[in-house]
């Protein structure tokens, strides 16, 4: 059958159109500001051979995820919101969630990796700045981080289903959580398992996993940075362990955006899961992309932070742009 023509989102001039605007004006934002910031760290990784590190490494890594994942799916969901249509169909309908809980498996296994690497690196600052890691090493944890988050994502391609409503203002296609029953028995049977213990979860090690251990890890490694500026000597000492604070600080920082940005996603999925019937459909659905734009915001302001408070990365990205 033929395709129904797309509305235009930005007329005539109302309600509705001064929403397009915002969307897109917002959405425009955070893109710019994704691109340059992720962009900028993962150049003063580059660049500089003093950020070489485990830690360094694993915030590249996370910039180049968080880069993949604004250029993938913030055009589709911004298709979506304005057309009500999707890009690329029952493709982009599983995809975009798939990358969306992969990229939190992604900060949450990044987040436990650096707080490992932090704490490793308070109990002794000066063998932590002698020892030297090979890249095959670092590409061993990186990938781990990587494919672990792929791997533990892939049962969203299986539960959801592209369908289209339509009304008064033309057809408006909606990505469900909806099992295929075209699907093979041994397929069938892990969506339907996944699908009743998703939101317990998400929530588990999405979301309380990276908080809790970031709080415990980043009190040890507190104490361990107490003790250990106690016995500093010398002023290299002294000056590596206002930067393991500084990454310290960097590392909480990144946890409080982190689970900042995940609360509307959880209380979409509670929603969904126990309040479907009694809140209204255009609710859940704006919970829902705000759910998406905060994700994107946290993919967009991790790099503007680690920037900010980090100085041998400012510093690093400074360089890069005066060589530039």
């Known amino acids: 059958s033929r395709r129904r023509p797309l509305k235009n ?11 397009a605007y915002a969307v897109t004006l917002v959405s425009a934002v955070l893109f710019g500001v994704g691109v340059v910031g992720n962009v ?28 993949g994942v604004l250029f993938l799916c913030l055009p589709l969901v911004l298709f979506h919101q304005l057309t009500g249509a999707w890009l690329l169909g029952p493709l982009s309908c599983r995809i975009v969630p798939y990358l969306e809980v992969a990229s939190l498996g992604v900060t949450t296994f990044t987040l436990c990796a650096l707080c490992i690497d932090r704490f490793r690196a308070a109990t002794n ?6 020892m030297t890691e090979n890249w095959a090493s670092t590409s061993a944890k990186l990938a781990v981080i990587w494919v672990g988050a792929m ?10 289903q592209l369908l289209a409503d339509a009304g008064e203002a033309g057809v408006h296609e909606r990505c469900l959580i909806r099992i295929s029953t075209q699907l093979p028995d041994t397929l069938y049977v892990l969506g ?31 104490r361990k940075m107490r003790g250990g500026a106690e016995r500093a000597r010398g002023r290299a000492s002294r000056k590596q362990m206002q930067l393991e604070s500084q990454m310290n ?10 689970g900042f940005c995940t609360v509307p996603e959880n209380l979409c999925n509670m929603l969904g899961a126990y309040m479907a019937a009694s809140v209204a459909p ?18 967009a302001a991790a790099p503007v932070l680690l920037l900010s408070l980090c100085r041998p990365f400012s510093r690093a990205f400074l360089d890069c742009c005066c060589c530039c």
Do not use: N
């Open 249 to 258: 600080c960097v590392v909480v920082a990144l946890a409080i955006l982190y």
């Open 282 to 299: 255009p609710t859940l659905r704006l919970l829902q992309l705000l759910s998406q734009l905060l994700l994107f915001c946290k993919a």
């Open 125 to 130: 600052v000066q063998l932590y700045y002698e």
């Open 9 to 19: 989102p930005f007329y005539p001039l109302g309600a509705e159109a001064a929403g």
């Open 40 to 67: 900028s760290v993962m150049c003063a990784v580059c660049h500089d051979f003093r950020l070489r590190s485990v830690s360094s490494s694993l915030l590249a890594s996370l910039a180049l995820w968080d880069l």
């Open 151 to 160: 791997l533990l994502a892939l049962p969203e391609l299986l539960i959801r």
């Open 192 to 222: 339907l398992t996944y699908d009743s213990a998703r939101l317990w979860w998400c929530f588990g090690c999405y979301f309380c996993l990276p908080t809790l251990f970031t709080i415990v890890s980043s009190l040890l490694t507190a």
